[in-house]
T-cell receptor
Framework: DAKTTQPPSMDCAEGRAANLPCNHSTISGNEYVYWYRQIHSQGPQYIIHGLKNNETNEMASLIITEDRKSSTLILPHATLRDTAVYYCIVRVKPNAGKSTFGDGTTLTVKP | NAGVTQTPKFRVLKTGQSMTLLCAQDMNHEYMYWYRQDPGMGLRLIHYSVGEGTTAKGEVPDGYNVSRLKKQNFLLGLESAAPSQTSVYFC??????????????FGPGTRLTVT
């Protein structure tokens, strides 16, 4: 599976949009982009995934560039409860154990 | 639906002791995984299983063994614990043949300290 690069940390003001970037320049044509987050020491939680089209659900939006080499997770109105570590992963769907989570981006939402 | 559960939640072992961590899921998922997470780091895959009776090695399998005798359970064993195995262990499951979702669902974790 392709590796990803994320900034180690980001800050965001409460109520503003949080835009979390992810670089996956070696992504293959059959690999999906998945985003998870881990709040404090809980188990990671699935957020969203996509192949090449932009996706939106009740939690977030995912914007994937046309060349698929990078993506951005958007939390439209960040709250204090969105403070977490966000992981960007690329893998073939369905994954058979090759998920590499990396170190993720620590997002801190500030009042 | 309990989702993914892990037992125990906490455990302290002495070097050389053995133990088994139990993961159970009630979502009829085919795939199950064991990860470890050291302080300030991401998750690293230890072992995984793509179905009952099958297991495979992940990134960091040394010192661990696993078994998947029943579809809903995935056991992680430490035969001779070492201080380097002090970590938080997460179990996850994914992929139901009757559904279309492939995302992983994680358990709450087991905090293991080896002294």
């Amino acid at each position: 599976d392709a590796k990803t690069t994320q900034p180690p940390s980001m800050d965001c003001a409460e109520g503003r949009a949080a835009n979390l970037p992810c670089n996956h320049s070696t992504i293959s044509g059959n690999e999906y982009v998945y985003w998870y987050r881990q709040i404090h020491s809980q188990g990671p939680q699935y957020i969203i995934h996509g192949l090449k089209n932009n996706e939106t659900n009740e939690m977030a939006s995912l914007i994937i560039t046309e060349d698929r080499k990078s993506s951005t997770l958007i939390l439209p109105h960040a709250t204090l409860r969105d403070t977490a570590v966000y992981y960007c992963i690329v893998r073939v769907k369905p994954n058979a154990g090759k998920s590499t989570f990396g170190d993720g981006t620590t997002l801190t939402v500030k009042p | 639906n309990a989702g993914v559960t892990q037992t125990p939640k906490f455990r302290v072992l002495k070097t050389g002791q053995s133990m088994t961590l139990l993961c159970a899921q009630d979502m009829n998922h085919e795939y199950m995984y064991w990860y470890r997470q050291d302080p300030g780091m991401g998750l690293r895959l230890i072992h995984y299983s793509v179905g009952e009776g099958t297991t495979a090695k992940g990134e960091v399998p040394d010192g661990y063994n696993v078994s998947r005798l029943k579809k809903q359970n995935f056991l992680l064993g430490l035969e001779s614990a070492a201080p380097s195995q002090t970590s938080v262990y997460f179990c996850a499951s994914s992929y139901s043949t009757t559904g279309s979702s492939y995302e992983q669902y994680f358990g709450p974790g087991t905090r293991l300290t080896v002294t």
